[in-house]
């Protein structure tokens, strides 16, 4: 099994879509806050707020942003913290628990269906494989901030299937995802550089 939470931890591992289910039960009557969310998703907060904010940079216009935004967890992944940490702005952002339902009730269905054939296998260390997950969505989140038409696309895909493998604790999804990583920085590398041959052209009509 990957093994993304501590060895000392031996009990049968909840699948993340269970995780969510519980975690929507337990939630205050109106509001909760994005520290109460990566509170209650312990060890796995990580990947799930990773996966969200890839979903959201597949959105026209949004990757910009998202970019900034998940460069954030990612740096704290390299330094090996526990949880994510944002300013206290972010952390005490309310959401309201009707919204916090419609999202768990969309993307649970989908979870589900993914638990089926991304699961625990092949095992890695805990600390080396946050890190270089972090390292690997800090790089990706850099080139959602290029401004370019679409190029956010195939770095938010990327980092939906990283996030997932990470959470899944899918060793082999997690090597997919890797290379799939190398290959969408090596085309959004290739993207900029013939835009900048291409201005460097028309400047020397």
């Keep these: 099994m990957l093994s993304i939470r501590p060895a000392t931890q031996d009990e049968p591992r909840e699948p993340t ?44 216009g949004a990757s910009g942003v998202v ?13 090996a913290r526990k949880a994510p940490a944002f300013p206290g702005f972010l952390a005490r952002r309310r959401i309201s628990k009707r919204k916090l339902a419609r999202l768990v009730a969309r993307i649970n269905p989908i979870l589900r269906r993914i638990e089926r054939v991304v699961r625990p296998r092949w095992a890695t260390p805990f600390e080396a494989t946050k890190m270089a997950v972090g390292l690997v969505v800090l790089l990706l ?52 550089w013939a835009a900048l041959r291409g201005i460097d052209f028309l400047d020397r009509l």
């Design 141 to 192: 989140a850099a080139t959602l901030l290029a401004p370019i038409p679409f190029s956010n696309v195939i770095p938010g895909l990327v980092i939906v299937l990283l996030s997932f493998a990470y959470i899944e604790e899918d060793g082999i999804a997690l090597c997919i995802a890797l290379a799939a990583a190398l290959a969408s920085l090596a085309i959004v590398a290739a993207t900029v």
């Design 67 to 79: 970019g900034v935004l998940l460069m954030i967890p990612a740096v704290q992944m390299m330094l």
């Design 17 to 60: 879509s269970a995780v969510l289910d519980r975690l929507l039960k337990g939630a205050p009557d109106e509001d909760v806050t994005l520290a109460w969310l990566i509170a209650g998703l312990r060890e796995r907060s990580f990947g799930i707020v990773m996966l969200i904010l890839g979903l959201v940079a597949l959105i026209p």
